[in-house]
């Protein structure tokens, strides 16, 4: 007798077919559906919360609060930065919350602000804040230097005449960045994204002008590999 | 026997239901799909006849200029035509995706509407000339093919079409922009060719580096060690716009140009600690402190900018009581520890050069709005927007509750630009 004969008796079997099967392709037709009908989770916000990174107008409203009561000096830009952090754990201490510098729900609900289910990833029409999704998405990974570079990049294309004329006409001309076609445009960025946008709009180009960027290991447009190389940062080449 | 029976049905009901489920979520699947593709293409059918229209409009704004004479009318025209081609841009750049011939038409728009601006400003101040004139026919003619082979596109497609992906392998009208932009070969004024739009930009002269020797990596590697300190690795060189050495650091990357081993840009991409505040006078000493250290003497700060955790600050090269403001080195600083944690002299290394004593009229009969508070009156070098420079009085004051800059060219007295400072309700302030 060998092991299937051993384990598949006549009532296995029958769970087989009449329990499992059934459950198995009612499992896999609801995935189907959930693929097809677009019911996906991933959009589902962490556990609402504001901390370093966070930006928006929540964080506008945490830091004016903040400043009002004497806790917070700095500037009221939306964006949850080192100063805000340190005013959040001022707060905290004195309210006797857990100091941690993350407004969960208690020290939201003792600063007196709501917040949204996705507040990390708050939308901010601002140029800067569009500028640095485009900076995250495209070059998270990549040395500082290297993301005010990305940054520059579409700065130098608003000044260019062979492109739209503003930063999110730039950033978002048909098949220009693939990160806008997968969506990862819309991940909120990080600090040193914001930083690396901000940069970029005062000025820093480290590319002195360059209009294009690609990495050379995933690239598949052979047009662009045409093009002259002026620079290499990381993963990224710069060309004009 | 039977129960087997019974479970089978369950089973084949099961089955049913199951794709009956799957079939009704395909169509509304496909139903949604095509509501998204009616969507998108309704868009791009938008900007098509947008573009269509304004390329019309504008063709016709030009052959109104050649028979136009008076200033006023042909400023007017003009600023039309201008503002005609920023949204026309608009609408091509949406459309550019599809169509490589597309872009070409893009660059031609963009160019024709900065010439246009120029010119707007010209127009009303001394009228067109002849040869501005010709110019202007010039360009109606390639606008008005332009504009025919875009109407051709859409008569290609076929009613009911999608523009947009008919605008990709199944049209040929468009098949001849690349030639037609490049047959004609359009010759702007130099001026324009030099102007904030232009293919100009991409070589420009590096005047600060005109007649300073080459340096090595390796002697700029001991540039930037012995200025910053600590180890830099060599990470490559740019070669465009201004040819630099990148040594990284850790956070921190510098830039030294390979002509005359300059500190062209630093960055340090250390976060703030987030302590106290220091004052501005700290934030401020440590900035040209930092220049100085760098070479780069006789800088005056003219511009603070607070920015969250940072402090950006301009400094402009300064002799003889003269602001050249197209001179410029910026400085990022850390508010709470008056760390340097950015440089950039871009401005600095494409414009310093020694322009000789510039000349400086009398200062009465400057116009200004009754109720203008005047603060300070400097004098200065200004670039304007077709990278030339024009010496200039510098007014500043209060008026209606806000801080003005007016700016006034120093030999006859012409009012040239005017800045207002913004209050953004934090601590830093913007020029506009």
């Known amino acids: 007798m060998n092991i299937i004969e051993k ?51 929540a964080v506008r409203e945490l830091q004016t609060r903040l400043k009002n009561w004497g806790y917070y000096t700095g500037s009221v830009d939306g964006i949850f930065g080192s100063q805000t952090y340190a005013a959040v754990k001022y707060f905290q201490r004195v309210n006797g919350l857990q100091v941690d510098g993350i407004v969960g729900s208690k020290t939201a609900a003792a600063v007196g602000i709501s917040l949204g289910s996705s507040s990390g990833s708050s ?51 048909p098949w220009a960045f693939s990160v806008v076609n997968d969506g990862q445009i819309n991940l909120s960025p ?51 | 026997m039977k129960k087997e029976l019974k479970m089978r049905a369950i089973h084949l009901t099961v089955a049913l239901i199951l794709t009956a489920a799957l079939a009704v979520s395909l169509g509304v699947f496909w139903e949604r799909q095509n509501g998204y593709a009616a969507e998108i293409g309704a868009l791009y059918d938008a900007a098509y006849y947008s573009a269509v229209d304004n390329l019309g409009d504008i063709e016709n704004k030009l052959k109104k200029l050649e028979v136009a004479s008076s200033t006023e009318v042909q400023r007017e025209l003009l600023e039309g035509v201008y503002t005609g081609a920023e949204v026309t841009v608009g609408h091509l750049a949406t459309l550019s995706g599809k169509n490589d011939e597309i872009e070409p038409a893009l660059k031609f728009v963009n160019q024709l509407g900065d ?55 199944g049209v040929t009208a468009l098949n001849g922009i690349h030639d037609l932009i490049g047959a ?65 650091s850790g956070d921190r990357s510098v830039q030294i140009t390979r002509t005359g081993g300059i500190v062209a840009q630093y960055t340090d991409a250390s976060l703030p600690a987030g302590g106290e505040t220091k004052k501005t006078d700290e934030i401020l ?38 602001v050249y403001y197209p001179d410029l080195v910026k400085v990022k600083v850390a508010r709470d520890t008056a760390a340097v944690l950015g440089m950039e002299a871009m401005n600095y290394i494409y414009n310093h050069t020694d322009r000789g004593e510039l000349v400086f009229g009398e200062t009465d009969g400057f116009v200004l709005p009754e109720g203008f508070e005047r603060k300070s009156l400097v004098k200065c070098l200004i670039p304007t927007d077709w990278n030339t420079e024009r010496a200039a009085y510098e007014i500043s004051g209060e008026y209606d509750g806000g801080t003005y800059y007016v700016y006034f060219d120093a030999a006859t007295g012409e009012e040239i630009k005017i800045m207002r400072v913004i209050k953004d309700g934090n601590e830093g302030n913007l020029i506009v």
């Open chain 1, 190 to 240: 990080n600090q040193t994204a914001i930083n690396a946008a901000r940069d970029a709009m005062n000025g820093w180009d480290p590319t002195y002008g360059c209009l294009y960027y690609y990495n050379p290991a995933t690239a598949t447009n052979s047009w662009i590999k045409q093009k002259p190389i002026h620079l290499t940062i990381g993963a990224h080449v710069f060309c004009a």
């Open chain 1, 123 to 173: 939308y901010s029409s601002s140029d800067e804040y569009l500028l640095a999704r485009l900076v995250y998405a495209e070059a998270r990974g990549e040395p500082y230097v290297g993301q005010v570079a990305v940054a520059a990049v579409v700065l130098n294309r608003v000044r260019s005449s062979s492109f739209p004329n503003t930063i999110a006409g730039v950033i978002y001309q």
């Open chain 2, 115 to 169: 010439y246009a601006y120029y010119l707007g400003r010209k127009a009303a101040a001394e009228g067109l000339s002849d040869e501005e004139k010709g110019k202007l026919k010039e360009l109606s003619a390639i606008v008005s093919e332009l504009n025919e082979a875009f109407l051709s596109a859409g008569e290609e497609v076929a009613s009911g079409g999608n523009i947009y992906d008919a605008l990709g392998d």
């Open chain 2, 285 to 322: 000493a440590s900035a040209t402190e930092f220049l100085r250290s760098l070479g780069y003497d006789s800088m005056k700060a003219v511009w603070i900018s607070e920015q969250s955790d940072t402090v950006y600050l301009n400094f402009a090269y300064t002799t003889d009581d003269v």
């Open chain 2, 184 to 248: 004609n070969n359009v010759e702007y004024p130099e001026l324009i060719y030099d102007g904030p739009f232009s293919d100009g930009l991409s070589d420009r002269e590096t005047k600060f580096l005109d007649g300073k020797e080459a340096v090595s990596a390796e002697k700029a590697a001991e540039i930037a060690e012995s200025k910053f300190g600590g180890e830099f690795e060599y990470a490559g060189e740019s070669t465009f716009g201004i040819d630099t050495y990148l040594f990284v």
């Open chain 1, 7 to 57: 384990y598949l008796t006549p009532k296995t079997d029958k769970i087989l077919r009449y329990v499992v099967a059934p459950l198995i392709l009612v499992a896999v037709v609801g995935l189907i559906l959930i693929g097809l009908n677009g019911f996906s989770t991933e959009t589902e916000a962490e556990a609402a919360t504001l901390k370093m990174g966070s930006s928006g107008d």
